[in-house]
Every structure is written in structure tokens, then in C-alpha cells.
């Protein structure tokens, strides 16, 4: 069984396997006549093929147990998902880059600290949603259309934190 243990999720981390979606100051400006502040184009939406289009979901997950004990990660081929919490909800994330199989040697494991989210890229190898101490909301981005857009891969993970 492959043991990792969840480091803190940072944009420089995770830039093999999508965007960390947060406030960024860089990428924000004034709008409303100034009563709102735009963080703008903080990930990038995949939607491949003809018939793609893009959904806007709500997910309501139950919290795990730790250590967190996976035997399978899944990727979404044709499309990004992006999932963004909606009550500052902690959450593992263990992901492998894309790729027709996974390297043990290249998984990882991230852990949020409540208002960031994030935007897995077409093809990247994740674990389904790992919400923390409660139950979790997400606002989550992804494809919807016609063909497959779910692989599994088999392989067992478990992930700990300090």
C-alpha cells in the first residue's frame, strides 16, 4: 500500500495537476461601482469535444475517516472539474498526473485549509471528494455530454495527516 501523508496545498505544489482556486491579488479589481472586489480567471474550465458542455453543480459529501484508505483513483479525460467549497470546509486531495496509468511514485497528497479549491486538469488522476471534520458543500465546475468522461485506476493509498 502506498503511505503518503497530506502536505499543504500551494499553487506551486499542485501546477502539475490543475490550478489552486483562492483570492489572488494579482488577478483582482474593483467592479459594482467598487463594492465588490473581482478575483478573476482563477482557473481554466476543459470541456473537449462536439457535444461538451460546461456544468455548474453543488456536491454534498459526508466526511472521512483517518487515516483516509483509498483502492482507486478516477480522471475525467475530456473535461477539468473544479470543486470550490462553500463553507470553508477542509479537504484531502491526493492526485497523480495525467497519463494512461499511474506511478506510485508520483502521487501526492495536499490538504486545504478551508477557502481554497481546486481545479483538477482533463486527464489527472484523483481521489473522489475527501471532505474533512463535517460535512462538506462544493460548488464543482466539470464536462457534461456525450461520451465517456470516467476512468478508474485501482491502487491503494492511504493518506494521514499531522
Known amino acids: 500500500m502506498l503511505e503518503l501523508h497530506a ?3 500551494t499553487a506551486e505544489a499542485f501546477q502539475t495537476f490543475g490550478e ?6 494579482d488577478k483582482s479589481f474593483p467592479i459594482n461601482a467598487g463594492r465588490t ?3 478573476h480567471d482563477l482557473a481554466k474550465v476543459e470541456a473537449l469535444g462536439d457535444e461538451a458542455r460546461v456544468l455548474v453543480s453543488i456536491f454534498v459529501s459526508q466526511p472521512v475517516s483517518l487515516p483516509l ?6 480522471r475525467h479525460p475530456q473535461g477539468s ?23 506510485p511514485g508520483d502521487v501526492r497528497a495536499f490538504v486545504t485549509d478551508g477557502r ?15 471532505v474533512l471534520e463535517t460535512e462538506g458543500e462544493f460548488v464543482v465546475v ?16 492511504r493518506v494521514t495527516l499531522d
Request: net charge negative.
Open 69 to 74: 484508505e483509498l483502492t482507486f483513483l478516477e
Open 37 to 39: 472586489q473581482r478575483h
Open 116 to 130: 481554497q479549491g481546486v481545479n483538477y486538469r482533463a486527464g489527472t488522476w484523483h481521489a473522489i471528494q475527501s
Open 142 to 157: 466539470d464536462r457534461g455530454g456525450a461520451g465517456n468522461n470516467c476512468d478508474e485506476f485501482a491502487i491503494d493509498v
Open 20 to 25: 489552486v482556486i483562492e483570492r489572488r491579488d
Open 81 to 103: 472539474q473544479a470543486f470550490m467549497p462553500l463553507n470553508r470546509e477542509r479537504f484531502l486531495i491526493v492526485v497523480a498526473p495525467p497519463g494512461d496509468g499511474i506511478d
Open 7 to 9: 502536505q499543504p496545498l
